[in-house]
C-alpha cells in the first residue's frame, strides 16, 4: 500500500534492489544506512528542521542520499541547476532563504556571493555506533521540495511541492506506468528538474529501483541502456532525438518511455515509435508536479499532434481571454485541477490566488481541447507573437522550416515592429556551415503550408540555439540579441 512514509524509507523491501550505478549497488536496506549515515553528518554540520538547503549537484548517489537525509531531519531541499553561473545560484539561494549549500565538490563555482554557509560533499565516511532514523510521520501537508523553473523566460521560480503533490502526482502516474517491485528507472534527467525529481520519488513510493548513468550525454544513456536493461524512461524531445539519430536501440525489457518537457514534433513520435521505443506521451510542469495527462502509444498512432487525455482525477479546462470556459476546439489558456499541483512559489511578489481560477491552475499554456477530451497545445502564452493583430504560434511555423533538407535547427521569435507591433523572425542552424538559405528561398519553401502572416520577416544564422538544459529554446535570449542589432 502507497505510504508517504516511504520518503523516509518506512516501507521499501529490504532485500530488494535500490541503485545501480558504475561504482555502486545498492539494496534498500544498504541504502538506508548510507542515508542515515549522511544525516548525521548534516546535523552534525548544523542543518535543523525547517532549513532551506540548496543543493548543487550532479546526478550521482550522493544527491539522491543528501535528499533523503534532509528528510529525515526535516529540512526542505532547494534544487539548483549545476549549469547555472554564480550569480544565478546567488539569486535562487537568496530568493528561497537558504542557509546552507550542499556543493559536489567536481562543480567549480568561485564566482558565488551568497552569504549562505557551503558544504562540500562527499561526505567522509562516518561511522555511528547507532544509526537513528526518525520515528515521526510525514506531514503530507509540508513543503518536501523547492524546484525551480526553467527559466528560459526570464527570471524562475521557486515551486514550493508537499509530500501529497509528490505522492498524488506518482499515484496518478501509475495509471499509465503500472510500477511493478522489479522495475529499474533510469534515471535519464536532471535531478534538479520535476522530471528527473519524480524518478526518484515514483522509485521509493513503489520500490523500483534506480539506474544512475555515467552522466546524461548519449553516449553514456546509450551504455547504460545496454548494460542495465531499464524498463522505464523519461526523455525531452532532444535526448530521443539524439538517440534516433546515433541509431541506439532500445533494449526489449524497456516497456514504457514518457515522453514530454516541451513541444514534441509528430515526425519525432512517429519515428520513435517505429523504432520500438515504446512512447507515452505526456504533458504537465514543474506546478503540476510532473505530467497530468497522456498519450498512449496507439493513441500517438491515431492523434500524433496531441498531448493526450487529463488522468483522473486531473481535469482540464480552456480558459478563453474573459476568463469564461472556451468552446470545443477553441484555441485559450490551459487550466488545471489536480492534488498533486503546487503549493506555490517561494517567496513570490504576487498571491497564490493570481495563478488560479476556481481551483484550476493557469499554466500560461495555449491549446485546445477536441470533442473527445484530448489536449492540444499550441505555446506558451508569453511565446505567442501578436503579427498585425494575428496570432502566430511559433512552434508551428518551426515546424515547417525544420522541414527543408538544408537546416538541422530552428527557432522562431518576435521582434518589435512599428507598423505590425511584432513581426516573425527565425534563427536557423544550417546542415553545413559553408552554406547560406536566403529568406526568399525559405518563403518559397513555405507558401504552401503557411499563411503569409506566418511567414518569417527576418532570417539569422547561428552556430547553435540558445537552449536551456531540457532542450527548450530560449526565445527571449534571440529576441534581446536581435533587437539589440
Keep these: 500500500m502507497l505510504s508517504n512514509n516511504a520518503f523516509l524509507l518506512k516501507t521499501q523491501n529490504p532485500n530488494l534492489p535500490a541503485v545501480y550505478s558504475k561504482n555502486v549497488s545498492l539494496n534498500y536496506q544498504q541504502l538506508k544506512e548510507k542515508v542515515l549515515e549522511t544525516a548525521e553528518i548534516l546535523r552534525s554540520s548544523k542543518i535543523e528542521e525547517n532549513n532551506k538547503i540548496a543543493l548543487v549537484g550532479k546526478n550521482d548517489l550522493d544527491y539522491i542520499c543528501i535528499v533523503l537525509a534532509l528528510w529525515q531531519l526535516k529540512a526542505i531541499p532547494v534544487l539548483i541547476n549545476p549549469r547555472l553561473v554564480g550569480e544565478e545560484i546567488d539569486f535562487q539561494t537568496d530568493l528561497t532563504d537558504c542557509k546552507f549549500i550542499l556543493m559536489s565538490k567536481d562543480i567549480k563555482h568561485e564566482d558565488l556571493e551568497s552569504d549562505s554557509e557551503k558544504i562540500f560533499y562527499p561526505f567522509k565516511s562516518k561511522k555511528v555506533n547507532k544509526l537513528i532514523e526518525t520515528d515521526e510521520e510525514i506531514n ?98 532532444t535526448q530521443l532525438k539524439r538517440l534516433l539519430e546515433s541509431e541506439v536501440q532500445p533494449n526489449e525489457e524497456l516497456r514504457n518511455v514518457l515522453l514530454g518537457g516541451g513541444y514534441v514534433d509528430k515526425k519525432l513520435v512517429m519515428d520513435g515509435i517505429h523504432q520500438d521505443w515504446k512512447i507515452t506521451k505526456v504533458y504537465g510542469s514543474t506546478e503540476t508536479g510532473s505530467f497530468v495527462t497522456a498519450l498512449s502509444e496507439d493513441e500517438c498512432l491515431e492523434n500524433p499532434t496531441s498531448v493526450g487525455k487529463a488522468l483522473s482525477p486531473n481535469r482540464i479546462v480552456i480558459l478563453n481571454e474573459n476568463k469564461f470556459h472556451a468552446l470545443e476546439g477553441e484555441v485559450g489558456e490551459i487550466a488545471i485541477y489536480s492534488p498533486a499541483v503546487m503549493k506555490g512559489y517561494y517567496n513570490d511578489e504576487e498571491k497564490i490566488e493570481d495563478y488560479f481560477e476556481d481551483e484550476f491552475y493557469l499554466t500560461g499554456d495555449m491549446g485546445y481541447l477536441d470533442t473527445e477530451g484530448y489536449l492540444y497545445l499550441e505555446a506558451r502564452k508569453k511565446d505567442m507573437i501578436i503579427s498585425g493583430g494575428e496570432n502566430v504560434n511559433p512552434n508551428e511555423v518551426e515546424d515547417r522550416i525544420m522541414e527543408h533538407p538544408d537546416i538541422s535547427d530552428a527557432a522562431v521569435f518576435p521582434l518589435k515592429d512599428d507598423e505590425w507591433g511584432e513581426i516573425v523572425a527565425a534563427a536557423i542552424v544550417m546542415n ?37 538544459e531540457l532542450g527548450k529554446i530560449a526565445r527571449r535570449k534571440l529576441s534581446e540579441k536581435y533587437e539589440e542589432s
Excluded at 509528490?166 to 535519464?188: E, P, Y
Excluded at 539506474?211 to 541502456?225: G, R, S
Design 140 to 237: 503530507p501537508d509540508n513543503t518536501a521540495v523547492i524546484i525551480f523553473t526553467s527559466g528560459t523566460e526570464g527570471k524562475s521560480k521557486g515551486v514550493e511541492l508537499s509530500f501529497n503533490s509528490l505522492f498524488q502526482s506518482a499515484k496518478i502516474g501509475d495509471q499509465v506506468i503500472h510500477h511493478t517491485k522489479q522495475d529499474k528507472w533510469l534515471a535519464s534527467l536532471p535531478f534538479n528538474h520535476v522530471g528527473g525529481f519524480s524518478i526518484i520519488t515514483r522509485s521509493l513510493l513503489f520500490g523500483t529501483s534506480i539506474i544512475l548513468p555515467d552522466n546524461l550525454q548519449t553516449e553514456a544513456l546509450a551504455k547504460a541502456i545496454d548494460k542495465y536493461k531499464p524498463t522505464l524512461c523519461s526523455f525531452v524531445p
Design 432 to 468: 553545413d556551415s559553408k552554406t547560406n538559405i536566403s529568406l526568399d528561398k525559405i518563403e518559397e519553401f513555405l507558401k504552401n503550408n503557411l499563411a503569409g502572416f506566418k511567414m518569417p520577416r527576418k532570417l539569422f544564422y547561428e552556430d547553435k540555439l540558445p537552449k536551456n
